[in-house]
């Protein structure tokens, strides 16, 4: 059984920047893809970016691409991500997930941590 716990939410202005972590216990994490999804007011949660077992992979939702990096540790346990010039519509609480597998699809993924807000305000 693995543990997920995000830290690093807080309220920005729009333009500045944020780094989410998200500690992982109780499992191998170098044997997890590790993702980033975001659930908004009224809306469904959605996939941000991914990051495959050892970081030779990433990807990123359309929205995010350009202006979000992910990037794990794994002599750490801990996957981040790194936010620079947020928007508004950013605001969402961010969930870090752990999968056998890299991918955009949220129900492949087995564990989810309880999520951190992040609001950026106009």
């Known amino acids: 059984q693995v543990q997920l716990v995000e830290s690093g939410g807080g309220l920005v202005q729009a333009g500045g920047s944020l780094g989410l972590s998200c500690a992982a216990s109780?499992?191998?994490?170098?044997?997890?893809?590790m993702g980033w999804f975001r659930q908004a007011p009224g809306k469904e949660r959605e996939f941000v970016a991914v990051?495959?077992?050892?970081?030779?992979?990433?990807y990123y939702a359309d929205s995010v691409k350009g202006r979000f990096t992910i990037s794990r540790d794994n002599t750490k346990n801990t996957v981040y991500l790194r936010m620079n010039s947020l928007k508004p519509e950013d605001t969402a609480v961010y969930y870090c997930?752990?999968?056998?597998?890299?991918?955009?699809?949220?129900?492949?993924?087995?564990?989810w941590g309880q999520g951190t807000q992040v609001t950026v305000s106009s």
């Open positions: 109780g499992g191998t994490f170098s044997s997890y893809a």
């Open positions: 997930a752990a999968g056998p597998r890299g991918t955009s699809s949220q129900s492949l993924y087995e564990y």
């Open positions: 990051i495959s077992r050892l970081s030779v992979t990433t």
